[in-house]
């Protein structure tokens, strides 16, 4: 078959690619369409066209597979977030199994690698602690709602259509969300509407309303509401502030971050506590987290307790250890650890994420973490002594070279590596195994109902 751009074809999907879309290989020809499950007969038309590969956009489905189900989220198959919601998750924990497994071996040539079963997550609806919700003067309808003649093409407030900056799903019920944040989200919902203030225009600029940023503490089961607008203006503010406090105990910060930035970024240029603290507490076992409103924080806690667990179990420190870890963030992972090693020190590269490790520390009274502020390339040559494990923990386009080159010299006995990138974990691993051995890798699920997922390896000094 040979396939032509913006032609239409009828495809059988036979895989799920890494990236969560549908495979299909007509004559061998590898297609990627979205939306797409193994044993699905599509329609699909083509949108992009190489010489190795094309890429598909879903028209119908001829005939559904018999893996398909129905997704309990009324928005799945228009939202970017749950794209696998219809696949039932124990055969979700196979394919991010096989997608850890096929990086490794065609990506970082690396063959009998042991993979283990992942690690599911529990529960596997209303997980995440962080919710981003954009605002929108034009929200996106639904196919339901376009049969409609009267219905209005208002304000939403909601999660963007894929492959668009200013399409808006109006977002009534988000499942991955605990219950008590989607009664948030119809309050403040309701609240604009009536402000008389209109939401920002991503492509004009105008307008006041931006984000409504949610933030969940499962430990005390508190809540942060972060109002992100565009210019400062106390007394509206304050009034959602007031309605939402007095409505919702449960609510214990309430923060305004203001930006008058283009770009679709949620946090300010200026951040206001307009009600109680400036921060929510979290627990990660006997560890409690001070989370302010924009920092980094796992957005599934249970499961990060579970990857934690595992990063302690490889790195089997017996208390007169000496841990490094790189690319450190708020130092959760050397603060789990605390207990079970002599010393440990984190290199981080952002100011922010240095201060509130050492505020995480002295809050839990730990005294055997130290944080050093830094581009790791140029703190680990300086460092005076070899650790005894080092905890490797990168953003998703994983390591620079010169880092694995400096880690390559350091010699250090055992390495953990935790990534959130299939891809660019076997990359690094490849690179790494000249001096180590891959000893075996735990893929942790963090977000059920999309592709992504944690692995957590093991590599020992050769």
């Given amino acids: 078959m040979a396939l032509k751009k913006r032609k239409a074809y009828e495809l059988e999907i036979i895989d799920l690619a890494y990236g969560g879309k549908g495979l299909a290989k007509p004559d061998g020809f590898p297609v990627f369409i979205d939306r797409c499950l193994p044993g ?9 066209k190489k010489k190795s590969w094309a890429e598909g956009k879903l028209i119908r489905i001829i005939k559904e597979s018999p893996m398909r189900s129905r997704g309990k989220c009324a928005y799945c198959n228009y939202c970017g977030g749950c794209k696998w919601q219809q696949l039932d998750y124990d055969r979700q924990l196979e394919y991010k199994k096989n997608h850890v497994s096929e990086s490794l071996a065609h990506i970082g040539k690396l063959k009998g690698i042991q993979v283990n079963d992942v690690i599911g997550s529990d529960p ?47 977002i009534r019920q ?25 939401a920002y225009h991503l492509r004009t600029h105008d307008g006041f309303w931006r984000f409504l940023m949610l933030r969940h503490s499962v430990g005390f089961d508190r809540w942060m509401v972060n109002i992100v607008t565009k210019t400062k203006n106390i007394e509206i503010i304050g009034k959602l502030a007031e309605r939402l406090v007095e409505k919702y105990p449960q609510i214990e910060s309430v923060m305004n971050n203001i930006t008058d930035a283009k770009s679709g970024v949620s946090a300010g240029q200026e951040e206001i506590c307009i009600r109680g603290e400036d ?7 006997r560890f409690v987290f001070k989370i302010s409103a924009n920092s980094f924080f ?35 992972i ?42 790791i390339k140029d703190v680990l040559p300086g460092l005076e002594k070899t650790p005894d494990v080092m905890i490797i923990d990168p953003p998703r386009v ?20 935790v990534s959130c990138n299939p891809a660019t974990l076997a990359r690094d691993l490849e690179m790494l195994t000249s001096r180590y051995e891959v000893q075996q890798v735990q893929p942790v699920d963090m977000f059920p109902h999309t592709y992504h997922i944690e692995s957590v390896a093991l590599l020992k000094q050769r």
Avoid at 346 to 352: A, P, Q, R, W
């Fill in 40 to 48: 699905d007969i599509v329609f699909a038309k083509i949108i992009k």
């Fill in 124 to 170: 596997i609806f209303g997980y995440r602690n962080k919710m981003e919700f954009s605002c929108s003067p034009l929200r996106w309808l639904m196919p339901s709602e376009l049969e409609d003649p009267d219905i209005k093409k208002d304000f939403g407030i909601g999660l963007h259509v894929p492959g668009t900056f200013d399409k808006v799903i109006d």
């Fill in 174 to 198: 988000c499942e991955i969300m605990p219950p008590l944040g989607n009664e948030i989200l119809h309050d403040v919902r309701q609240f604009i509407k009536t402000s008389g203030l209109p």
């Fill in 279 to 285: 921060h929510i507490k979290e627990k990660l076992g």
């Fill in 298 to 332: 796992q957005t599934n806690t249970r499961a990060c307790e579970r990857l934690y667990a595992t990063v302690a179990e490889y790195a089997g420190l017996t208390g007169g250890e000496i841990v490094l870890d790189l690319y450190s963030g708020t130092g959760t």
């Fill in 334 to 375: 050397p603060i789990w650890l605390s207990g079970q090693a002599k010393q440990l020190y984190g290199i981080e590269i952002v100011e922010s994420a240095v201060r509130d490790a050492k505020k995480n520390a002295a809050l839990n009274g730990i005294e055997n973490c130290s944080f050093m502020r830094g581009d």
């Fill in 398 to 417: 994983g390591m620079h070279k010169d880092v694995v080159r400096q880690v390559l010299n350091l010699r250090v006995p055992k390495i953990v590596y």
